[in-house]
């Protein structure tokens, strides 16, 4: 893919973050070096929360790459929406936007894949850790992935962002569009579930 249609790793040497309004703007008049700056800045976490949502390195590499791919059609709605040197400007948040775009294309992933296999969430390597502390205790015997793995697509969502990738719960409820107050409840759920199963794991000889 060219310069004008694809998002590329490469980075521009000695380049300073610019302010997403900025790149918004220098996106929606097709520079290329505005999407590579976006890359460098959240690439790497674009591609961590699509892994701990899917578990596969291919997959959430293809997830991140049509994120990006979104937000370079999608650059000059926002930009116009955001425009440089607005009050809306300060309100852009590419980070946020991204995340959440990954975020649903996941979830949307796992659902498709699940109408079509026998309802199984494949499992993966992951030695980040939680935050939780049921989760750490887990974490020794490599069980707590398959716990977080196991949980509904949209609490999984919300132990990945916030346990893994720290964001705020305001920051989380962002990606997951929805309110902080929706969120926190649906983190407690999480957390809940969390600890039921690995009770259930427990009692059942599996830890």
Same mark, same amino acid.
């Given at each position: 893919?060219?310069?004008?249609?694809?998002?590329?790793?490469?980075?521009?040497?000695?380049?300073?973050?610019?302010?997403?309004?900025?790149?918004?703007?220098?996106?929606?008049? /097709?520079?290329?070096?505005?999407?590579?700056?976006?890359?460098?800045?959240?690439?790497?976490?674009?591609?961590?929360?699509?892994? /701990?949502?899917?578990?596969?390195a291919h997959e959430a590499e293809d997830i991140v790459q049509e994120a990006l791919l979104r937000l370079w059609d999608q650059a000059p709605t926002i930009?116009?929406?955001?425009?440089?040197?607005?009050?809306?400007?300060?309100?852009?948040?590419?980070?946020?936007?991204?995340?959440?775009?990954?975020?649903?294309?996941?979830?949307?992933?796992?659902?498709?894949?699940?109408?079509?296999?026998?309802?199984?969430?494949?499992?993966?390597?992951d030695d980040s850790p939680l935050a939780d502390e049921v989760i750490e205790t887990e974490q020794r015997d490599g069980s707590a992935r398959a716990l977080?793995?196991?949980?509904?697509?949209?609490? /999984?969502?919300?132990?990945?962002?916030?346990?893994?990738?720290?964001?705020?719960?305001?920051?989380?409820?962002?990606?997951?569009?929805?309110?902080?107050?929706?969120?926190?409840?649906?983190?407690?759920?999480?957390?809940?579930?969390?600890?039921?199963?690995?009770?259930?794991?427990?009692?059942?000889?599996?830890?």
């Open positions: 893919m060219n310069a004008t249609s694809a998002p590329s790793t490469a980075t521009m040497p000695g380049a300073a973050p610019a302010g997403d309004a900025v790149l918004a703007a220098r996106l929606a008049a /097709r520079d290329s070096a505005a999407l590579r700056e976006v890359i460098a800045q959240h690439g790497g976490m674009l591609h961590r929360i699509a892994y /701990r949502m899917i578990g596969d930009s116009a929406r955001h425009p440089v040197g607005s009050q809306a400007a300060g309100t852009l948040r590419l980070g946020g936007w991204l995340s959440r775009v990954v975020t649903n294309l996941a979830i949307d992933r796992l659902r498709r894949a699940r109408r079509f296999s026998d309802g199984e969430v494949p499992d993966r390597e977080v793995a196991a949980l509904p697509d949209r609490q /999984r969502a919300a132990i990945v962002l916030t346990y893994y990738e720290e964001l705020s719960n305001a920051d989380a409820a962002e990606a997951l569009e929805m309110n902080i107050k929706a969120f926190e409840s649906l983190l407690l759920r999480a957390r809940a579930a969390l600890r039921k199963a690995y009770a259930a794991s427990a009692q059942g000889g599996g830890v």
